[in-house]
């Protein structure tokens, strides 16, 4: 395999460079002195800030992208070997190629406190939190988010300490690559079923990411996930479990309460010793329990707690994560990210906290393999709400096969008592919302797509 030496900057090119994930380790390997460049479909604000730090971008995918300067070539899961020109000309050239996780697993090695945070959901918040309480902590971190975080003005950070965080994705077993010394496991459920047989198999996944950390490493729990026994038996390294009401918990969380915006606020126990009261800027029970697993790293870190509740509390939400877009008629509109089913009831109940008359929701589902997978899941999730927008799938990787579409999750929801409509195009959900939404009602958009967009229109009109 292609080994990388930092202290030997090279000329790396990224393919689809304009990705959450892969701009980053291009930010990041600039900093670093390397020649980096890249293409994707098309610019865009990320694309803007590695092109004014130095990279070149092409805006197709073509052979000629692929020159004989080019050292290294990074790819991603989501690319077709068969199909894309710039892998097939690398290859004919006789460029080493890099999967993007790959490359990510050899950075780690170069942090002493590298971290990273895995789970089916909350790893960008979660990300996010600690990355704040880092940042109070003055650590000087380097920071790989997968959203857009307004405290370091994008998605990196690169500092200049030993301290490194980024997001592990359990999809295509891309976190088997990385080399964390702590690790975070928030939750484990069935997703990305394109890839995994069934829960077993996404099971064992984590258990060799958390056997991935040296005899000095550290994980962290959520004290909920089934059979913890088969994650940890054999483990090395020491581990520690989160969750809320549960003294045998290490660390827990009691008394949560909620204030008029719905933020979430409690008591913090380690070891069934009272610590301290945690604010929260940002709601949920969801969150509740992504901050205790920010608050267990920063104790393994020995952080202050003057950092952790300075920290957390000026964590307001990643962009897309439960997003205060604006209003519209006197309705408001938010719009979270959620695409699984359990996402989508931990947001709608973080609503239920939420100053408003009637709940609007506006989902786009993503992907047909897990539409299909989760179509009665999907229907009890969005009956949390009173009024549900169903557009069509947002195919992403995917193609149609006539398997499943949306309508079908509108005919599941036939047997709950809720308002719900099934409309293709976006200009008419816009229209069906001027017309029927109402003042102080609350407005979410929903799903891992471009459904956000329908807000931003919303709020310009």
């Known amino acids: 395999m292609y080994q990388i030496d930092f202290n030997q900057p090279i000329h790396i090119h990224f393919m689809g460079i304009g990705g959450i994930s892969m701009s980053g380790l291009a930010e990041i390997l600039l900093k670093e002195g390397f020649t980096i460049s890249g293409s994707d479909i098309h610019s865009s604000p990320i694309t803007d800030r590695l092109e004014a730090k130095g990279a070149k971008i092409f805006f197709q995918q073509t ?92 998605n990196i950070r690169v500092g200049h300490s030993d301290m490194f965080i980024t997001e592990a994705c359990e999809y295509t077993n891309s976190f088997l690559e990385f080399f964390p010394k702590i690790s975070i496991i928030l939750n484990i459920e069935e997703d990305h079923m394109d890839f995994f047989k069934d829960i077993d198999d996404i099971r064992h996944s984590f258990r060799e990411f958390a056997h991935k950390l040296p005899d000095y490493g550290y994980l962290v729990l959520n004290g909920q996930i089934d059979n913890i026994p088969y994650i940890v038996e054999g483990l090395s390294a020491e581990y520690a479990t989160f969750g809320i009401d549960n003294d045998t918990d290490t660390f827990t969380a009691k008394n949560i309460t909620y204030d008029a915006f719905g933020h979430a606020g409690f008591d913090y126990y380690k070891k069934g010793q009272y610590i301290d009261h945690i604010q929260l800027n940002v709601n949920g029970e969801h969150n509740v329990r992504n901050a205790l697993a920010a608050i267990a790293v920063a104790d393994r870190l020995n952080l202050s707690m003057d950092a952790v509740k300075k920290g957390l509390l000026s964590f307001s939400g990643a962009k897309r994560r439960f997003e205060l877009k604006g209003t519209c008629n006197d309705f408001t509109i938010v719009d979270d990210y ?124």
């Not at 992208?65 to 790819?75: A, E, M, P, Q």
């Not at 068969?82 to 942090?111: D, F």
């Open 63 to 154: 052979a000629d992208n692929i020159t004989s300067d080019i050292d290294l070539v990074v790819y991603t899961a989501a690319i077709n070997f068969e199909t894309n020109e710039e892998y097939k000309a690398a290859i004919s050239k006789g460029i080493p190629v890099m999967k993007r996780a790959t490359l990510l697993g050899q950075l780690m090695h170069n942090y002493q406190n590298a971290i990273a945070v895995s789970g089916t959901h909350g790893k960008t918040t979660t990300t996010s939190m600690l990355s704040h309480i880092l940042l109070a902590g003055n650590t000087d971190p380097t920071i790989s988010v997968g959203g857009i975080l307004d405290a370091i003005g994008g």
């Open 338 to 461: 959620a695409h699984h089913p359990t996402e989508i009831k931990a947001t709608l109940n973080a609503c239920k906290n939420y100053p408003h008359e009637e709940l609007w929701c506006i989902f786009q589902p993503h992907t047909y393999t897990r539409t299909h997978a989760f179509l009665n899941e999907f229907a009890e999730a969005l009956s949390l709400s009173d009024h549900v927008i169903i557009t069509d799938i947002y195919a992403a990787r995917e193609k149609d096969t006539g398997l499943v579409s949306s309508k079908d999750i509108v005919d599941k929801m036939a047997a709950y008592d809720v308002d719900v409509h099934y409309i293709k195009d976006f200009e008419d959900i816009e229209k069906f919302i001027l017309k029927n939404c109402k003042k102080n009602d609350l407005l979410i958009t929903m799903g891992a797509g471009n459904v956000d967009s329908i807000g931003d229109s919303l709020i310009n009109k």
